[in-house]
């Protein structure tokens, strides 16, 4: 599973070409999933393969434990809505001469 999730990462791009365009949304969202899935399976390495060993238990499931916090933080951002477009810093919406 891994596999494939690495390999739909790297075929579909967040931006497509020029000429799909219509179908960003879809290649988009393969991307964030294939991905999201990837990263899931890369936290189980220290989760559950690393913390058999005897040295270091404690730092590899801190390790895998944060990981899982940042890649459920990444998610709760790619769902929260956005309420507005960054705007641009210019000097003249500063007011700076």
């Keep these: 599973m891994p596999g494939v999730s690495a390999l739909l990462v790297a075929f579909f791009p ?8 219509d179908q960003q949304p879809i ?3 393969a991307h ?6 990837l990263f899931a399976y890369f936290t189980l390495f220290p989760l559950l393969l690393f913390s058999q060993s005897e ?15 940042f ?8 769902l929260a809505p956005q309420k507005h477009a960054p705007v641009p810093c210019s000097p003249e919406t500063t007011g700076a001469s």
């Design 14 to 21: 967040t931006t497509p070409p020029a000429g799909l365009r």
């Design 71 to 78: 890649l459920g933080l990444i998610v709760a951002y790619a």
């Design 55 to 69: 040295k270091k238990v404690g730092i590899y499931k801190w390790c895998g434990w944060l990981m899982l916090l």
């Design 32 to 37: 964030g999933v294939a991905a999201l899935v």
């Design 27 to 29: 290649i988009g969202t």
